[in-house]
């Protein structure tokens, strides 16, 4: 069950611009609703995408998929492939390794749990300061130094 009360989902979240009509809304939805599972740790209410195309169907067209969180700096994807299908594809997986490495920027670097076990100490002479190496075991010599 996931923490947020209102998981944010591609259905209620998308939005087409230019390029598209509201036709083709369920059809891109369908497409990307394997994102479902990467925005579900965010809350609808603070989550918007919207996907546009640039000189549909031509040579040179563009996808570009925009997604907002509340929070976080917006995230652009952008596809030149020919093929809208493919177009579509391109920019929805761009988006989730772009959360997911997101994702990984915002949680903590070093553990407070490993911080906190005790270092062991360097073997060092009180009489000098210096730190001793421990005494050879001469059973343990290789047998280029014997």
Do not use: Y
């Not at 209410?45 to 998929?65: F, I, N």
């Not at 997986?93 to 911080?115: G, I, S, V, W």
Request: glycine share 4%.
């Amino acid at each position: 069950m996931s923490a947020v009360a209102n998981p944010a989902t591609v259905a209620e979240c998308l939005r087409v611009g230019a390029g598209f009509s509201q036709g083709d809304r369920n059809w891109i939805a369908e497409q990307f609703a394997t994102l479902d599972a990467r925005l579900a740790s965010f809350h609808a209410d603070a989550t918007e995408l919207e996907v546009s195309v640039k000189d549909r169907e031509a040579r040179g067209q563009k996808v570009t998929l925009e997604c907002w969180i509340a929070g976080r700096q917006k995230i652009v994807t952008t596809s030149g492939e020919e093929d809208l299908h493919a177009a579509l594809n391109d920019v929805r997986d761009d988006l989730r390794r772009r959360l997911n490495d997101a994702k990984t920027r915002q949680e903590p670097r070093h553990n407070k749990h490993l911080r906190d076990v005790p270092q062991p100490q360097s073997e060092l002479d009180p009489a000098d300061g210096q730190e001793q190496l421990p005494a050879a075991d001469p059973s343990r010599a290789d047998a280029e130094t014997v």
